[in-house]
T-cell receptor
Framework: AQRVTQPEKLLSVFKGAPVELKCNYS??????LFWYVQYSRQRLQLLLR??SRESIKGFTADLNKGETSFHLKKPFAQEEDSAMYYCALSALPYNTDKLIFGTGTRLQVFP | DAGVIQSPRHEVTEMGQEVTLRCKPISGHNSLFWYRQTMMRGLELLIYFNNNVPIDDSGMPEDRFSAKMPNASFSTLKIQPSEPRDSAVYFC?????????????FGQGTRLTVV
């Protein structure tokens, strides 16, 4: 069965500290992984996807198939990064057949 | 395009009443998803459609929940009868399947409170 696990409900850091939001997945096939972000009073929106291998707002995420992980990292957190972050898995690459989300991690960045 | 449009934004209803949530996906998108967001469970996929056809409704909690997509530009999620434990934020999202860009675009959600 497909499953996404985000073990931390809340992560609090000070501005300038490194951030790592954990995500593990369970899927027997070849998944596509995403990170979505929901800022206060805004819509849930795509932050980045693993196939793009890009850095968005200083965030990066590397797919580790051996550990079935897709952790989101940023070396220096900013206050504006405070938001709810969801890791998501799509059943087939380039084909959003079934988009499954984890339970989310709330990131709080203190000044 | 105004994006995915959901209505109403807020709904307060009494236990036992029927509730209908509405969604207008982005024009041209062929996949539509309904999610429920709660503090405890995060974002749960309830059902998704492709080309107006329900593909997987295994996430629908029970028979009180039903969803329809009569055409490419409209979908409803109905709860009948509603119960207090249904209180949550319900999101609709749409995407264009199979076109390389598979980003899901979300509506602003409907906050449902059942008293």
């Amino acid at each position: 069965a497909q499953r996404v696990t985000q073990p931390e409900k809340l992560l609090s850091v000070f501005k300038g500290a490194p951030v790592e939001l954990k995500c593990n997945y369970s899927y027997s096939g070849s998944p596509e992984l995403f990170w979505y972000v929901q800022y206060s009073r805004q819509r849930l929106q795509l932050l980045l996807r693993h196939i793009s291998r890009e850095s968005i707002k200083g965030f990066t995420a590397d797919l580790n198939k051996g550990e079935t992980s897709f952790h989101l990292k940023k070396p220096f957190a900013q206050e504006e990064d405070s938001a709810m972050y969801y890791c998501a898995l799509s059943a087939l690459p380039y084909n959003t057949d079934k988009l499954i989300f984890g339970t989310g991690t709330r990131l709080q960045v203190f000044p | 395009d105004a994006g995915v449009i959901q209505s109403p934004r807020h709904e307060v209803t009494e236990m036992g009443q029927e509730v209908t949530l509405r969604c207008k996906p982005i024009s041209g998108h062929n996949s539509l998803f309904w999610y429920r967001q709660t503090m405890m469970r995060g974002l749960e996929l309830l059902i998704y459609f492709n080309n107006n056809v329900p593909i997987d409704d295994s996430g629908m909690p029970e028979d009180r929940f039903s969803a329809k997509m009569p055409n490419a530009s409209f979908s409803t999620l109905k709860i009948q009868p509603s119960e207090p434990r249904d209180s949550a934020v319900y999101f609709c999202a749409s995407s264009q399947k199979g076109q390389g860009s598979d980003e899901a675009f979300f509506g602003q959600g409907t906050r449902l409170t059942v008293v």
